[in-house]
């Protein structure tokens, strides 16, 4: 970039972009610090951003991908159901067909207004612990349709002006939520967030002038254009079309659901277009896609494979085009359809299908198959809290799992990735903040070792959880995929270890738990959860033995993995820390092993 090709200096360029991505991570404080429930102020589940007063994503520092890409698509809900929107006014959108993800995400919108006009509009993305559906949940797969679903949905409602509540709108979701003090707290958190960002805009603007800051917008969408269609211009020209699959869905899908996606490489235009047109209608049933989910984790499954560094905005997202078409289940659904887990399950499949076929078309491109699916690691608790003495109901979504990530050309998966839409992005619960909020008792949490998909680059193990009540019956809702279909690796590497659920207990003896749907656990009862490994990349006898020998010593793969997968062979003890690669056995044993291959 030169002073020549942009009207912006480049020294303002670098620094007014950071100023915009500082803006963003104080709102993100602000929510992550005053969030009430734990899926904000331990999970992380929600996401801040800025776009421009025309419906442009600008910045959004750390937003969940699965939140912030289809921001424009909010902001263009507002503008068209309030045009004459002023200073003050803030709206709570959570309108699947209205540009939202699912019903679940509360977004908080604010304008923002420079010298009477709309520059910017703050966004305040968080997901609800409960949201009035028709069971205590924000997950549910089998709802018929929205109103089986049962979520309060606001289309763009206005819930201040004059920087004031309209209690109308806070009495109504106090009378239909189950935990209202909770929801009435993450509201105000979004409130406070939103109004945050407005104010350091106005700052930014005041210190650099209206006009500077619409030029370097202008600048700055152009410059990351520039860099994204250089990135794409490095493919090889190309079309590859392939599937992935979800596991069975109940009655629902009984064989599981086929994502079919092709992927079309165009250098000379720096454009990538994905094509997800051919695929079957919408179910009736809560896994749908929204037309917002349905773009943005196809986009992320290609900028997974692309140069981290360049910005993510309405610039570079220029080069990338989704084909989607009506009343598809990875497409634009048609009303009244549920899109209760569109920002899960087929949505991991979809990130994670995409990603995995840039691998197949585009060698040492891509990945493999990551996490997919939110099962009782995950899972959406629920009952009457009643250490106290007194009953008092608690709903809550715990992010205690850690499903792992995926391998990639040079880097082994990440091992605490937790869910392809969210690229580990999100954080893990503390165990202990859980127990002192909720009567549960988590009794183990730990590596699940070999369920990483063996590779040349290895795939991330996920974990083995097991928890419970201890006061009270407990439910837990969940939506499990990986299963049938474990997370796939690529160019010979292994897929990662498949999802397993049981209940067990002292006084029973242990049984599968559903793979789809809910638990009802007593106290001494126990939901176990061993959660997928992610996909390896590249034949594991070409991996370095020397990490072999260091995802030994740190269990991560036994001594038996170690052997029959990779070819390694040691001499010395792994508890005695004397334990060293046998080369000469290893290249005997590694020669061995390609010839029966």
Known sequence: MTSNTYQTDVIDMSVISNRFDG???????????????????????????????????????????????????????????????????????????????????????????????????????????????????TYMPFAEDVYEEGALIFTATKVQEDYRDIDDIIRMCKKRIRVPNQWHGDYLAMVGAARIGERALKELCDQYGRDVIKTF??????????????????????????????????????????????????????????????????????????????????????????????????????????????????????????????????????????????????????????????????????????????QSDYVNQVFLGSQGGAASPGYDGWITFGNSVTNGLMLRDSVEVDEQKYPILVDELKIRQDSGGAGQWRGAPGAVLRYGPIAGEMTAYYVTDGKDNPPRGVAEGHNGAASQQYIVSSAAPDREAVTIGSESLRVGEYLVHELSGGGGYGSPLRREPGLVRTDVLSGLVSLTAARDLYGVVFTGERATGTLQVDQAATDELRAGLLIEA
């Open 217 to 390: 917008i202008d600048d700055w969408f152009d410059y990351s254009e520039e860099l994204m269609r250089d990135a794409i211009g490095q493919l090889a020209p190309g079309r590859v079309t392939g599937t992935g699959r979800h596991d069975p869905v109940g009655d629902l899908a009984p064989s599981g659901v086929e994502l079919t996606v092709t992927i079309e490489a165009d250098p000379t235009a720096g454009k990538v277009i994905v094509d997800l047109r051919d695929n079957i209608d919408c179910l009736p049933g809560g896994i749908n896609e929204s037309e917002t989910c349905a773009i943005n984790n196809a986009m992320t499954g290609i900028l997974n494979c692309l140069d981290g560094a360049i910005p993510r905005n309405a610039g570079s997202f220029r080069c990338i085009e989704v084909k989607i078409r009506d009343n598809c289940i990875v497409g634009r659904p048609t009303f009244p359809h549920s899109t209760s887990v569109a920002t899960t399950n087929i949505g991991e499949r979809l990130v994670a299908t995409t990603q995995r076929l840039i691998a197949e078309g585009w060698p040492e491109q891509g990945m493999a198959e990551g996490a997919c699916g939110i099962g009782a690691g995950f899972a959406v608790i629920s009952g009457k809290d009643t250490r106290t003495g007194a």
């Open 23 to 137: 803006i963003v991570r104080e709102m993100e404080n602000t929510l992550l610090r005053a969030g009430r429930s734990a899926v904000l102020n331990m999970a992380r589940d929600f996401s801040c951003s800025i776009i421009t007063g025309d419906n442009r994503l600008l910045a959004s520092a750390e937003g969940l991908p699965v939140h912030v890409i289809g921001g424009d698509e909010l902001g263009r809900a507002l503008n068209r159901y309030h045009p004459g929107a002023k200073e003050g006014d803030a709206y709570l959108h959570n309108d699947p067909y209205e540009g939202n993800t699912h019903a679940a995400d509360h977004t908080l919108m604010v304008p923002v207004f420079v010298d009477g006009e709309h520059m910017f509009t703050t966004l305040a993305k968080a997901h609800q612990a409960d949201i009035g559906n028709s069971k205590p949940t």
